[in-house]
């Protein structure tokens, strides 16, 4: 199991990429579209990040219907 942000091999490498939002290389790896999505979603900067409810009805509430 891969760990994200696994491809920084310093923190400050890491720290840079969170720092201007910038996605783990893992993510690429995740099959799931709507998963993929979904946590893309949570990673960028917090004033355009989802409320829990949008997110719940965007990805949670669409594969119930």
């Known amino acids: ?7 920084c091999d310093t923190t400050i490498k890491l720290i840079e990429k969170i720092d201007h939002f910038i996605p783990p290389d893992s993510l690429k790896r995740v099959k799931n579209d709507l998963a993929r999505n979904l946590i893309a979603s949570c990673l960028v900067q917090m004033d355009k990040r989802p409320t829990a409810k949008e997110l719940y009805e965007k990805y949670w509430n669409r594969q119930r219907q």
């Open 1 to 7: 199991r891969e760990q994200p942000y696994s491809e």
